[in-house]
């Protein structure tokens, strides 16, 4: 199976600055994910919840919905980790903490890939894409939030939701190695993954 990665040229466009904070940001009507983070020993490091935009991604919304329910999500790394980028999750076949995850990134569901949603919300800090290969309708079930501004995604990828809350947890994600793509050793990861409606 390809890659999910965000093309890698992109990377290099991404500015380093972090962003202060998310001024104007609301929880509008979900449902919403609610992710609690915890580092490579188990500690919790607190919670993140995401909005999501089931209006504008229906068909992504709905995937990640029933993928949260079934507790695919519980337990998968956050594999991939740019500062001033990124935070890549969501590798449910390859991506359970305590197993070997040096392919996460490369895996989705059991699912179906999903055909391409792009609409007119741009990627800010806090904004949620769905990951995919070089191929426009390959999101599955790996997803990224952005821990800065990023708009030279727009319309490139399918945004799914925005962080509401949790943007200190989100910002203390462990970092991957910028010369590896991202890749983080010993990742933080979701222990467990609820769905509020």
Known sequence: MSSKLLIPALILAAGAAQAEGLPGVSD?????????????AGQSK??????????KAPKHVERLVTLAK??????????????GFMAQTGDVALGKQGGDTTRAGMG???????????????????TVGMARSQDPN???SQFFIDLAPATFLDGQYTVV?????????????????PA????????????KVTVQE
């Open 70 to 83: 079934s507790g695919a999500y519980d337990g998968v790394v956050f594999h991939r980790v740019i500062d």
């Open 161 to 177: 939701g925005q962080l509401v809350d949790g943007w200190e947890v989100l910002n203390a994600v462990k970092k991957g190695d």
């Open 46 to 55: 607190g919670k993140i919840v995401l909005d999501l935009y089931k209006d």
């Open 28 to 40: 509008g009507p979900g449902p919403n994910l609610v992710i609690e983070v915890a580092d490579s």
């Open 108 to 126: 989705g569901s059991n699912m179906p890939d999903l055909q391409a949603e792009f609409n007119d919300v741009s990627f800010q800090a806090g």
């Open 138 to 140: 390959s999101a599955n």
């Open 180 to 191: 590896a793509n991202g890749a983080v050793i010993d990742p933080d990861y979701m222990i």
